[in-house]
């Protein structure tokens, strides 16, 4: 609600008569201060001295003053890019705005910026045309639709996408995938043979060193790296050499309980 007045510069006790929109009008230039009330209608409530009247709204938010005429300049200069663009449109060539709606020079640009890329994944070879920004991880998920490696930070820092190649671990989200032509990747897909877990996969699930399960591939791979460094002689020395791999449940003492089973088991990662 808003509070306020009216005030008349001309003759105040002269009568309020009524005016075409129906409501009081008064003579002279009523001068509006602020807003007494919205009444129910949506037209204002304006106290005067000894009596109180309606007002519509809409006329309490005119603009008194006349709209300034158009920039003679502002014209002028809309109608040369109009004018400009209307001519470059009818000498173009239809080839070329066909051209242009095809997108055919993406298609062109995307061609020429791709590099051969031979990799040999999980015991499959692949022959790919890649971007040379393209990373391994994006490589792995998007081209190869491998989605057990997960892109988690994407800043080499949680160690949720991490793989092995040539037998050692790596963060794929930092590794170009152009950089590894001709390599041998393994990635979580590739550790278990058909239905048969790998070691590791099955002392993770007898010492439920998962919750969520986002992390566990990297970790997974992490800890079988771990062992065949030989980084797995003590729960202090596993802590250590997996700190790259984050685990937001909180699952790590049974992480490590999982490791430390294969490690002392002696079966082959």
Not at 217 to 241: D, F, K, L, N, T
Request: charged share 20%; glycine share 10%.
């Amino acid at each position: 609600m808003v509070f306020g007045t009216l005030s008349y510069p001309a003759n105040p006790n002269r009568k309020p008569q009524r005016g075409k929109f129906g409501h009081a009008a008064c003579h002279g230039r009523a001068q509006i201060r602020k807003l007494d009330r919205i009444g129910s209608s949506g037209d204002a409530v304006l106290p005067v001295p000894g009596r109180a009247f309606l007002l519509p709204t809409r006329l309490l938010f005119m603009n008194s003053e006349p709209e300034a005429p158009a920039n003679h300049d502002d014209n002028r200069r809309t109608f040369l890019k109009q004018s400009s663009l209307l001519t470059a449109l009818a000498l173009v060539p239809g080839p070329v705005v066909s051209a242009a709606a095809a997108k055919l020079d993406e298609r062109v640009a995307e061609a020429f910026e791709q590099v051969p890329v031979s990799l040999k994944v999980n015991g499959k070879k692949y022959k790919l045309n890649v971007e040379p920004r393209t990373t391994l991880l994006d490589l792995l998920r998007e081209n190869l639709h491998l989605t057990g490696t997960k892109k988690g930070c994407d800043y080499g820092q949680c160690g949720a996408c991490t793989v092995h190649v040539e037998g050692q671990r790596v963060n794929s989200c930092l590794s170009f995938a152009v950089m590894h032509d001709g390599k041998e990747i393994t990635t979580i897909e590739g550790l278990s043979k058909g239905d048969d877990l790998h070691p590791m996969q099955e002392a993770f699930v007898k010492h439920d060193g998962f919750q969520c399960g986002y992390c566990t591939p990297g970790q997974i791979m992490s800890a079988v790296a771990c062992v065949r460094e030989g980084h797995a002689g003590s729960e202090a020395e596993i802590r250590e050499y997996m700190s790259g791999n984050i685990c937001r449940c909180g699952a790590y003492t049974n992480i490590v309980a999982a490791i430390q089973e294969v490690k002392n088991g002696g079966q082959k990662v």
